[in-house]
Protein backbone atom coordinates (compact mmCIF):
# COMPACT_ATOMS: atom_id res chain seq x y z
CA UNK A 1 0.00 0.00 0.00
CA UNK A 2 1.50 3.24 -0.76
CA UNK A 3 0.27 6.29 1.15
CA UNK A 4 -1.61 8.90 -0.85
CA UNK A 5 -1.20 12.79 -0.25
CA UNK A 6 -5.09 13.23 -0.33
CA UNK A 7 -7.18 12.52 2.13
CA UNK A 8 -9.89 10.05 2.52
CA UNK A 9 -13.30 10.99 1.75
CA UNK A 10 -15.21 10.41 4.93
CA UNK A 11 -16.46 6.91 5.31
CA UNK A 12 -20.24 6.98 4.19
CA UNK A 13 -19.85 10.63 2.79
CA UNK A 14 -21.97 11.45 -0.20
CA UNK A 15 -19.74 13.40 -2.77
CA UNK A 16 -21.21 16.84 -4.02
CA UNK A 17 -21.34 19.01 -7.21
CA UNK A 18 -22.28 21.65 -9.13
CA UNK A 19 -24.39 20.45 -12.05
CA UNK A 20 -25.18 22.03 -15.58
CA UNK A 21 -28.40 21.30 -17.22
CA UNK A 22 -28.94 22.60 -20.52
CA UNK A 23 -32.79 22.69 -20.81
CA UNK A 24 -34.22 22.59 -24.85
CA UNK A 25 -37.73 24.90 -23.75
CA UNK A 26 -40.70 25.51 -25.68
CA UNK A 27 -43.13 28.26 -24.94
CA UNK A 28 -46.65 28.33 -26.29
CA UNK A 29 -47.56 31.66 -24.61
CA UNK A 30 -44.65 33.72 -25.30
CA UNK A 31 -44.00 34.78 -21.92
CA UNK A 32 -41.47 37.63 -21.27
CA UNK A 33 -41.65 39.55 -24.95
CA UNK A 34 -40.61 35.80 -26.37
CA UNK A 35 -42.91 34.80 -29.58
CA UNK A 36 -45.30 32.41 -28.83
CA UNK A 37 -43.95 29.18 -29.56
CA UNK A 38 -40.54 29.71 -29.30
CA UNK A 39 -37.81 27.58 -28.77
CA UNK A 40 -34.79 28.37 -26.60
CA UNK A 41 -31.43 26.52 -24.76
CA UNK A 42 -31.68 27.26 -21.18
CA UNK A 43 -28.85 26.60 -18.56
CA UNK A 44 -29.35 26.19 -15.00
CA UNK A 45 -27.06 25.42 -12.20
CA UNK A 46 -27.53 22.84 -9.66
CA UNK A 47 -25.68 21.88 -6.66
CA UNK A 48 -26.25 17.95 -6.72
CA UNK A 49 -25.42 14.93 -4.55
CA UNK A 50 -24.02 11.73 -6.59
CA UNK A 51 -27.07 9.38 -5.63
CA UNK A 52 -29.26 12.51 -7.45
CA UNK A 53 -30.82 11.82 -10.68
CA UNK A 54 -32.01 14.01 -13.41
CA UNK A 55 -35.43 14.32 -12.39
CA UNK A 56 -33.79 15.80 -8.44
CA UNK A 57 -32.25 18.69 -10.70
CA UNK A 58 -35.12 18.84 -12.55
CA UNK A 59 -37.09 19.25 -9.22
CA UNK A 60 -34.01 21.91 -8.12
CA UNK A 61 -34.82 24.04 -10.40
CA UNK A 62 -38.97 23.94 -10.58
CA UNK A 63 -38.82 24.57 -7.09
CA UNK A 64 -35.84 26.92 -6.41
CA UNK A 65 -35.20 28.98 -9.69
CA UNK A 66 -37.91 28.98 -12.61
CA UNK A 67 -41.26 27.43 -11.59
CA UNK A 68 -42.10 27.93 -15.26
CA UNK A 69 -40.14 24.77 -16.44
CA UNK A 70 -42.84 22.22 -17.21
CA UNK A 71 -41.98 17.93 -17.33
CA UNK A 72 -43.91 15.18 -16.54
CA UNK A 73 -43.74 13.01 -13.70
CA UNK A 74 -46.00 10.55 -10.97
CA UNK A 75 -44.09 7.85 -9.04
CA UNK A 76 -40.71 9.27 -9.66
CA UNK A 77 -39.10 5.56 -9.55
CA UNK A 78 -39.24 3.87 -13.10
CA UNK A 79 -42.45 2.40 -12.67
CA UNK A 80 -45.08 5.20 -14.25
CA UNK A 81 -42.82 5.84 -17.51
CA UNK A 82 -43.98 9.45 -17.30
CA UNK A 83 -40.66 11.29 -17.14
CA UNK A 84 -38.90 10.00 -20.61
CA UNK A 85 -37.02 12.74 -22.12
CA UNK A 86 -33.90 12.69 -24.52
CA UNK A 87 -30.77 13.22 -21.96
CA UNK A 88 -27.40 14.00 -23.68
CA UNK A 89 -29.53 12.97 -26.64
CA UNK A 90 -30.21 9.20 -25.87
CA UNK A 91 -33.59 8.59 -24.29
CA UNK A 92 -34.13 7.90 -20.89
CA UNK A 93 -36.06 8.23 -17.80
CA UNK A 94 -35.00 11.61 -15.58
CA UNK A 95 -36.04 9.47 -12.82
CA UNK A 96 -33.75 6.07 -13.76
CA UNK A 97 -30.68 8.15 -14.57
CA UNK A 98 -28.10 9.23 -11.84
CA UNK A 99 -26.15 12.49 -12.56
CA UNK A 100 -22.99 11.20 -12.14
CA UNK A 101 -23.20 8.92 -14.92
CA UNK A 102 -23.37 11.60 -17.21
CA UNK A 103 -20.17 13.32 -16.96
CA UNK A 104 -21.38 16.39 -14.61
CA UNK A 105 -18.22 17.99 -15.75
CA UNK A 106 -19.88 19.07 -18.91
CA UNK A 107 -23.55 20.88 -19.30
CA UNK A 108 -26.28 17.94 -19.74
CA UNK A 109 -28.54 18.48 -22.26
CA UNK A 110 -32.40 17.57 -21.70
CA UNK A 111 -34.79 18.35 -24.32
CA UNK A 112 -38.35 16.58 -25.33
CA UNK A 113 -38.79 13.37 -26.70
CA UNK A 114 -38.68 13.43 -30.36
CA UNK A 115 -41.34 12.79 -33.49
CA UNK A 116 -44.57 13.75 -30.97
CA UNK A 117 -45.75 17.64 -30.81
CA UNK A 118 -44.53 19.56 -28.08
CA UNK A 119 -46.61 21.07 -25.72
CA UNK A 120 -44.78 22.91 -23.37
CA UNK A 121 -40.98 22.50 -22.50
CA UNK A 122 -40.45 18.87 -21.96
CA UNK A 123 -44.26 17.89 -22.09
CA UNK A 124 -45.01 16.13 -25.54
CA UNK A 125 -48.58 15.23 -27.15
CA UNK A 126 -48.26 11.76 -26.11
CA UNK A 127 -51.79 11.09 -27.75
CA UNK A 128 -50.62 9.85 -31.45
CA UNK A 129 -48.79 7.05 -29.08
CA UNK A 130 -51.85 5.76 -27.14
CA UNK A 131 -53.88 5.63 -30.42
CA UNK A 132 -51.32 3.25 -31.78
CA UNK A 133 -51.39 1.29 -28.88
CA UNK A 134 -55.31 1.90 -28.65
CA UNK A 135 -55.30 0.10 -32.14
CA UNK A 136 -53.47 -3.31 -31.76
CA UNK A 137 -56.01 -3.95 -29.09
CA UNK A 138 -54.13 -4.36 -25.90
CA UNK A 139 -56.43 -6.68 -24.65
CA UNK A 140 -57.28 -10.24 -24.05
CA UNK A 141 -59.20 -11.48 -26.48
CA UNK A 142 -60.81 -14.89 -25.87
CA UNK A 143 -63.90 -16.97 -26.88
CA UNK A 144 -66.37 -19.07 -24.49
CA UNK A 145 -67.47 -18.22 -21.39
CA UNK A 146 -65.33 -16.82 -18.67
CA UNK A 147 -63.86 -19.53 -16.47
CA UNK A 148 -65.18 -19.18 -12.78
CA UNK A 149 -61.29 -18.79 -11.80
CA UNK A 150 -58.14 -17.09 -13.51
CA UNK A 151 -57.11 -18.79 -16.79
CA UNK A 152 -54.33 -21.14 -16.51
CA UNK A 153 -51.09 -21.02 -18.11
CA UNK A 154 -48.08 -23.58 -18.06
CA UNK A 155 -44.76 -21.24 -16.85
CA UNK A 156 -43.28 -22.04 -20.41
CA UNK A 157 -46.36 -20.19 -22.22
CA UNK A 158 -45.73 -17.28 -19.98
CA UNK A 159 -41.81 -17.31 -20.47
CA UNK A 160 -43.06 -16.58 -24.25
CA UNK A 161 -43.92 -13.27 -24.01
CA UNK A 162 -42.51 -12.59 -20.18
CA UNK A 163 -40.05 -10.04 -22.12
CA UNK A 164 -42.64 -7.81 -23.45
CA UNK A 165 -44.94 -7.40 -20.61
CA UNK A 166 -42.60 -4.88 -19.05
CA UNK A 167 -43.49 -2.36 -20.79
CA UNK A 168 -44.42 0.81 -18.91
CA UNK A 169 -45.22 2.54 -22.42
CA UNK A 170 -43.14 5.79 -21.49
CA UNK A 171 -42.64 6.22 -25.60
CA UNK A 172 -38.80 6.17 -25.12
CA UNK A 173 -38.58 3.19 -28.28
CA UNK A 174 -40.91 5.13 -30.18
CA UNK A 175 -39.39 8.65 -30.07
CA UNK A 176 -36.23 6.98 -30.32
CA UNK A 177 -37.11 5.48 -33.85
CA UNK A 178 -35.55 7.24 -36.89
CA UNK A 179 -38.60 5.60 -39.13
CA UNK A 180 -41.01 7.21 -36.55
CA UNK A 181 -39.53 10.70 -36.67
CA UNK A 182 -39.96 10.68 -40.41
CA UNK A 183 -43.49 9.08 -40.66
CA UNK A 184 -45.80 9.66 -37.92
CA UNK A 185 -48.39 6.96 -39.55
CA UNK A 186 -45.74 4.18 -38.33
CA UNK A 187 -47.30 2.59 -35.93
CA UNK A 188 -43.54 2.69 -33.82
CA UNK A 189 -42.28 0.12 -31.31
CA UNK A 190 -43.82 0.48 -28.47
CA UNK A 191 -46.93 -1.02 -30.39
CA UNK A 192 -45.34 -3.51 -31.67
CA UNK A 193 -44.46 -5.28 -27.75
CA UNK A 194 -47.53 -4.06 -26.68
CA UNK A 195 -49.42 -6.47 -29.90
CA UNK A 196 -46.25 -9.32 -29.03
CA UNK A 197 -47.66 -9.41 -25.03
CA UNK A 198 -51.01 -10.69 -26.23
CA UNK A 199 -49.77 -12.35 -29.86
CA UNK A 200 -47.57 -14.77 -28.11
CA UNK A 201 -49.88 -15.24 -25.22
CA UNK A 202 -51.68 -18.59 -25.08
CA UNK A 203 -54.40 -17.56 -23.37
CA UNK A 204 -55.52 -15.42 -26.59
CA UNK A 205 -57.19 -15.90 -29.32
CA UNK A 206 -56.89 -12.52 -31.23
CA UNK A 207 -53.71 -13.13 -32.54
CA UNK A 208 -54.24 -13.25 -36.53
CA UNK A 209 -56.49 -9.77 -36.11
CA UNK A 210 -53.57 -8.04 -34.57
CA UNK A 211 -51.35 -9.89 -36.85
CA UNK A 212 -53.15 -8.27 -39.69
CA UNK A 213 -53.53 -4.96 -37.97
CA UNK A 214 -49.59 -5.25 -37.90
CA UNK A 215 -49.16 -6.42 -41.69
CA UNK A 216 -50.37 -2.83 -42.74
CA UNK A 217 -48.25 -0.41 -45.20
CA UNK A 218 -47.72 1.39 -41.34
CA UNK A 219 -46.94 -1.40 -39.58
CA UNK A 220 -44.02 -4.04 -39.07
CA UNK A 221 -42.40 -4.02 -42.42
CA UNK A 222 -41.20 -0.32 -42.46
CA UNK A 223 -39.31 -1.80 -38.89
CA UNK A 224 -35.74 -1.04 -40.59
CA UNK A 225 -33.83 -2.79 -37.81
CA UNK A 226 -31.95 0.41 -36.41
CA UNK A 227 -32.14 -0.71 -32.54
CA UNK A 228 -32.59 2.73 -31.78
CA UNK A 229 -35.62 1.02 -29.36
CA UNK A 230 -33.85 -1.71 -27.90
CA UNK A 231 -31.25 0.78 -26.80
CA UNK A 232 -33.98 3.66 -25.24
CA UNK A 233 -35.51 1.04 -23.55
CA UNK A 234 -35.51 1.90 -19.92
CA UNK A 235 -37.27 -1.35 -18.74
CA UNK A 236 -34.39 -3.55 -21.05
CA UNK A 237 -36.92 -4.98 -23.41
CA UNK A 238 -35.65 -7.09 -26.28
CA UNK A 239 -37.79 -4.63 -28.60
CA UNK A 240 -36.33 -5.32 -31.78
CA UNK A 241 -36.32 -8.67 -31.17
CA UNK A 242 -39.97 -8.86 -29.87
CA UNK A 243 -40.47 -6.87 -33.75
CA UNK A 244 -38.43 -9.52 -35.64
CA UNK A 245 -40.97 -12.58 -33.75
CA UNK A 246 -43.89 -10.27 -35.19
CA UNK A 247 -42.55 -10.57 -39.23
CA UNK A 248 -41.58 -14.63 -38.64
CA UNK A 249 -45.17 -15.17 -37.56
CA UNK A 250 -46.24 -13.08 -40.92
CA UNK A 251 -44.01 -14.78 -43.17
CA UNK A 252 -44.55 -18.36 -42.09
CA UNK A 253 -47.97 -17.59 -40.86
CA UNK A 254 -47.40 -19.86 -37.60
CA UNK A 255 -47.39 -18.30 -33.76
CA UNK B 1 -63.98 16.30 -16.19
CA UNK B 2 -65.16 14.70 -19.71
CA UNK B 3 -63.49 11.16 -21.17
CA UNK B 4 -61.09 11.95 -23.57
CA UNK B 5 -62.86 11.30 -27.48
CA UNK B 6 -61.35 8.45 -29.04
CA UNK B 7 -60.43 8.73 -32.40
CA UNK B 8 -58.65 6.72 -35.25
CA UNK B 9 -54.95 7.92 -35.58
CA UNK B 10 -54.72 6.98 -39.27
CA UNK B 11 -56.73 6.67 -42.59
CA UNK B 12 -57.20 2.76 -43.18
CA UNK B 13 -56.34 1.94 -47.15
CA UNK B 14 -59.61 0.68 -48.55
CA UNK B 15 -58.13 -2.40 -49.17
CA UNK B 16 -55.84 -3.23 -46.37
CA UNK B 17 -54.74 -6.92 -47.29
CA UNK B 18 -53.23 -6.16 -50.72
CA UNK B 19 -51.40 -3.29 -49.41
CA UNK B 20 -50.14 -5.09 -46.40
CA UNK B 21 -48.98 -8.18 -48.92
CA UNK B 22 -46.77 -6.17 -51.31
CA UNK B 23 -45.21 -4.51 -47.93
CA UNK B 24 -44.29 -7.99 -46.80
CA UNK B 25 -43.48 -9.24 -50.06
CA UNK B 26 -41.08 -6.14 -50.45
CA UNK B 27 -39.44 -7.07 -47.47
CA UNK B 28 -39.26 -10.71 -48.08
CA UNK B 29 -38.14 -10.28 -51.80
CA UNK B 30 -35.14 -7.60 -50.05
CA UNK B 31 -33.77 -10.88 -48.13
CA UNK B 32 -33.78 -14.17 -50.67
CA UNK B 33 -32.54 -11.97 -53.63
CA UNK B 34 -29.56 -10.35 -51.28
CA UNK B 35 -28.95 -14.12 -49.93
CA UNK B 36 -28.73 -15.50 -53.88
CA UNK B 37 -26.74 -12.13 -54.89
CA UNK B 38 -24.33 -13.06 -52.75
CA UNK B 39 -23.50 -16.46 -53.88
CA UNK B 40 -24.10 -15.15 -57.67
CA UNK B 41 -21.08 -11.93 -56.87
CA UNK B 42 -18.94 -13.61 -54.97
CA UNK B 43 -18.39 -16.51 -57.80
CA UNK B 44 -18.35 -14.02 -60.49
CA UNK B 45 -15.47 -12.07 -58.42
CA UNK B 46 -13.64 -15.19 -58.12
CA UNK B 47 -14.28 -16.56 -61.51
CA UNK B 48 -12.96 -13.23 -63.33
CA UNK B 49 -10.28 -12.41 -60.94
CA UNK B 50 -8.64 -15.51 -58.83
CA UNK B 51 -9.18 -18.27 -61.33
CA UNK B 52 -6.32 -18.31 -64.43
CA UNK B 53 -4.17 -15.49 -65.13
CA UNK B 54 -6.24 -13.46 -62.27
CA UNK B 55 -7.04 -9.69 -63.08
CA UNK B 56 -4.97 -9.67 -66.36
CA UNK B 57 -6.71 -12.08 -68.26
CA UNK B 58 -9.77 -9.94 -68.59
CA UNK B 59 -10.28 -8.57 -72.27
CA UNK B 60 -12.29 -8.58 -74.95
CA UNK B 61 -11.75 -12.09 -76.19
CA UNK B 62 -12.70 -13.33 -72.03
CA UNK B 63 -15.53 -11.74 -72.35
CA UNK B 64 -16.78 -13.20 -75.33
CA UNK B 65 -15.32 -16.15 -74.42
CA UNK B 66 -17.67 -16.34 -71.26
CA UNK B 67 -20.89 -15.04 -73.39
CA UNK B 68 -20.08 -18.36 -75.92
CA UNK B 69 -21.41 -20.25 -72.58
CA UNK B 70 -25.05 -20.49 -71.77
CA UNK B 71 -24.07 -20.98 -68.19
CA UNK B 72 -22.85 -17.44 -68.21
CA UNK B 73 -25.12 -15.54 -70.07
CA UNK B 74 -27.75 -17.00 -67.49
CA UNK B 75 -25.25 -15.77 -64.56
CA UNK B 76 -24.90 -12.43 -65.86
CA UNK B 77 -28.42 -12.40 -66.64
CA UNK B 78 -29.40 -13.17 -63.29
CA UNK B 79 -26.93 -10.75 -61.68
CA UNK B 80 -28.17 -8.11 -63.63
CA UNK B 81 -32.03 -8.32 -62.80
CA UNK B 82 -31.82 -9.23 -59.20
CA UNK B 83 -29.73 -6.55 -58.17
CA UNK B 84 -31.22 -3.93 -60.11
CA UNK B 85 -34.51 -5.23 -58.50
CA UNK B 86 -32.43 -5.29 -55.46
CA UNK B 87 -31.25 -1.79 -55.51
CA UNK B 88 -34.40 -0.31 -56.87
CA UNK B 89 -36.57 -1.89 -54.02
CA UNK B 90 -34.45 -0.41 -51.83
CA UNK B 91 -34.57 3.20 -53.46
CA UNK B 92 -38.29 2.68 -53.21
CA UNK B 93 -37.80 2.14 -49.62
CA UNK B 94 -35.69 4.68 -48.91
CA UNK B 95 -38.27 7.38 -51.00
CA UNK B 96 -41.25 6.07 -48.99
CA UNK B 97 -38.95 7.10 -45.97
CA UNK B 98 -38.68 10.32 -46.89
CA UNK B 99 -40.12 11.76 -49.71
CA UNK B 100 -43.14 13.38 -48.15
CA UNK B 101 -44.60 15.20 -50.41
CA UNK B 102 -46.85 13.21 -52.53
CA UNK B 103 -45.69 14.75 -56.18
CA UNK B 104 -42.34 14.30 -55.27
CA UNK B 105 -42.96 10.71 -54.18
CA UNK B 106 -44.67 9.65 -57.04
CA UNK B 107 -41.83 11.55 -59.66
CA UNK B 108 -39.33 9.70 -57.76
CA UNK B 109 -40.38 6.38 -57.93
CA UNK B 110 -41.54 6.50 -61.60
CA UNK B 111 -37.87 7.62 -62.12
CA UNK B 112 -36.61 4.27 -60.43
CA UNK B 113 -39.25 2.13 -62.30
CA UNK B 114 -38.48 3.74 -66.03
CA UNK B 115 -34.61 3.32 -64.44
CA UNK B 116 -34.44 -0.09 -63.92
CA UNK B 117 -36.32 -1.36 -66.81
CA UNK B 118 -34.44 0.57 -69.13
CA UNK B 119 -30.95 -0.46 -67.60
CA UNK B 120 -32.57 -4.01 -67.51
CA UNK B 121 -33.72 -4.23 -71.24
CA UNK B 122 -30.67 -2.75 -72.53
CA UNK B 123 -28.31 -5.08 -70.49
CA UNK B 124 -30.46 -8.34 -71.58
CA UNK B 125 -29.86 -7.12 -75.15
CA UNK B 126 -26.21 -7.06 -74.43
CA UNK B 127 -25.69 -10.39 -73.31
CA UNK B 128 -28.14 -11.98 -75.28
CA UNK B 129 -27.79 -10.75 -78.71
CA UNK B 130 -23.68 -10.35 -78.62
CA UNK B 131 -21.95 -11.83 -81.36
CA UNK B 132 -18.18 -11.41 -81.08
CA UNK B 133 -17.35 -11.93 -84.53
CA UNK B 134 -20.34 -10.38 -86.42
CA UNK B 135 -20.54 -11.26 -90.13
CA UNK B 136 -21.41 -8.46 -93.20
CA UNK B 137 -24.23 -9.34 -95.58
CA UNK B 138 -21.63 -11.04 -98.09
CA UNK B 139 -20.91 -13.34 -94.96
CA UNK B 140 -16.96 -12.57 -94.39
CA UNK B 141 -16.11 -11.15 -90.90
CA UNK B 142 -17.28 -7.30 -90.68
CA UNK B 143 -14.15 -4.94 -90.17
CA UNK B 144 -12.43 -4.01 -86.88
CA UNK B 145 -12.86 -7.41 -85.37
CA UNK B 146 -10.38 -9.28 -82.97
CA UNK B 147 -8.24 -11.35 -84.64
CA UNK B 148 -8.84 -15.13 -82.93
CA UNK B 149 -11.89 -14.11 -84.92
CA UNK B 150 -10.42 -15.59 -87.95
CA UNK B 151 -9.74 -19.27 -86.47
CA UNK B 152 -13.48 -19.20 -85.25
CA UNK B 153 -14.88 -18.57 -88.74
Keep these: MTATAEAEPEVGAVESFTVTLKILRHDPDGLDGREPGTEYWEEFEVQAHATDRVLDALHAIKWEQDGSLAFRRSCAHGVCGSDAMRINARNRLACKTLLKDLNPARPITVEPIKGLPVEKDLIVDMEPFFASYRDIMPFLMASGPAPERERLQSPEDRERFDDTTKCILCAACTTACPVFWTDGQYFGPQAIVGAHRFIFDSRDEGEWDRLEILNDKAGVWKCRTAFNCTEACPRGIEVTKAIAEVKRALTSGEV | ?153
Design chain 2, 1 to 153: MAAPELTTPRQRPANLRTLGRTQRWGWMYQRISGVILIALIFTHLFVNLMVGDGVSQIDFAFVAGKWADPLWQWWDFAMLVLAMTHGTNGMRILVDDYARRPWLRATLQWALLITMVVIIVLGSLVIWTFDACPLDSSGDLMPGVPSFCESVV
